[in-house]
């Protein structure tokens, strides 16, 4: 807090937290610890005037100034010389209320949370421009990878035509460890909630719905589309099994939680599941609890970007800039000239996921006789789907009930084509499970 005594005779920006998590405390930790670092930036302190919390008993891993600390969030609607706001409460309610006030009390704000924005962008950034005010929001979407700033500013001169992201760290965790220790992932999220790396719930990081949220703030942001979260098709790998990560290893991938966004001609094909990444690519390398968004635009060709997406730091990291930004009034400018989540009709529809292509991996249980093949490539030959290989061998070269698993890697095919093929594949007798199906990404 050393700046704290030095900042009096320089220009000063007072600014708040209103949440006092895990990421609150990094950003306070930040702005008293390293002010010098941060002023170096702004040209001016940004001077933390008041914290809200819910319970001002709770223990703080952070030493904050006598004076600073409120449980009344009226501490900080009432104090017209804070000017700046970190709000860092998750989830949508009390977050969503609290946002306005903080709008309508005269507050540019800065936030972390996703699924707010997901769920409310058009409500929130309407009332925002209403009043005035600006809402920052680069610690949204993948942590301290500054992915907001380089697609709606730093590319603002391209045409994006794809975005194909890793944007769950938890999940990405989890089917890495999955990968190397060769556990079930079952054990391997219990693991991760040891670690601090997953929720006691970590329901909505497994079943891809927060990998969703987030591409679905990057798709507006890109493409100028207007498509909630929840008509993105998605699939977590909640149900992913750890044979079929042996199987991709076999075939020269590895399997990654993939979201994508990519323009083609029926519109913007949207979705997030599970997918097999040619290994020694850089998205095939993304290990642990990291995050990676690959964006090819048609000026810049293609750039990668890198790094934890969750975190204490990386996250406060992200939320500081954004609050320096916004106290210089870099951040007033551009939500002004992008006018995100305004009535302007969208650039682009989603196309319609029936009509979107990939290379498919498919894993079936069959009968171990003659003829099996035949009737599956009849099948997926009925449906305009090439075969690309097959592998007729169990990991362990075993057999249970004259039951053998069947690998099929096809060509590229419409997704539409590919579902009912499975479909149809499923009601052959010789067939004994449901298909396990996933995109191939080259």
């Not at 998750?90 to 507050?107: D, F, H, N, T, V």
């Amino acid at each position: 807090m050393e700046h704290q005594a030095r900042a009096e005779a320089m220009e000063k920006t007072n600014v708040a937290i209103v949440g006092m998590g895990t990421v609150g405390a990094g950003v306070a930790r930040l702005l008293l610890d390293h002010g010098d670092r941060t002023a170096r930036h702004a040209g001016r302190t940004l001077w933390l005037e008041k914290v809200v919390v819910q319970d001002l008993a709770k223990p703080r891993n952070v030493d904050l100034p006598k004076g600073v600390l409120t449980n009344d969030l009226n501490d900080v609607l009432n104090d017209p010389s804070i000017e700046v706001v970190a709000q860092l409460i998750g989830g949508l309610e009390p977050a969503r209320s609290i946002m306005m006030k903080l709008l309508e009390s005269g507050k540019d704000v800065v936030t972390a949370n996703k699924a707010l924005l997901a769920e409310f962008g058009p409500e929130l950034f309407d009332r925002a421009r209403e009043l005035g005010r600006s809402i920052a929001f680069e610690a949204s979407v993948a942590g301290g990878i500054p992915i907001i700033t380089n697609i709606s500013q730093c590319l603002s001169a391209n045409q994006v035509q794809s975005l194909q992201a890793i944007l769950n760290g938890t999940s990405n965790y989890i089917v890495s460890e999955m990968e190397e220790s060769e556990a079930a992932f079952e054990s391997v999220v219990l693991e991760a909630q040891r670690l601090g790396l997953a929720e006691a719930d970590p329901t909505l990081d497994v079943n891809g719905s927060d990998a969703a949220q987030k591409l679905a703030i990057l798709a507006h942001l890109a493409f100028g589309a207007r498509v909630h979260w929840s008509e993105i098709p998605l699939q977590g790998i909640d149900q992913l099994q750890l044979v079929d990560l042996k199987y991709a290893n076999q075939l020269g991938y590895r399997v990654k939680l993939i979201a994508v966004a990519k323009l083609i001609a029926g519109g913007l094909e949207l979705h997030v599941s599970p997918t097999l990444v040619k290994m020694f690519t850089p998205m095939s390398e993304v290990r642990g609890a990291n995050n990676a968004i690959s964006v090819v635009g048609d000026a810049v060709g293609r750039v990668f970007f890198h790094g934890l997406g969750a975190g204490q730091m990386p996250t406060a990291s992200a939320v500081v800039a954004d609050m320096m930004d916004t106290a210089v009034g870099r951040t007033g400018l551009t939500f002004k000239t992008l006018e995100l989540w305004s009535d302007q009709e969208a650039r682009v529809q989603m196309a319609d996921p029936a009509t979107t292509r990939s290379r498919y991996y498919v894993r079936l249980q069959v009968l171990d006789q003659p003829g099996v093949l035949s009737q599956i490539t009849g099948v997926l030959g009925e449906n305009n789907i090439s075969i690309a290989s097959v592998i007729q061998h169990s990991p362990d070269g075993q057999s249970e009930n004259n039951v053998v698993p069947l690998i099929v890697m096809t060509h590229e095919a419409h997704e539409g084509e590919a579902d009912a093929a499975m479909k149809k594949i499923e009601q052959l007798e010789t067939v004994k499970s449901s298909c396990i199906r996933m995109r191939v990404l080259d």
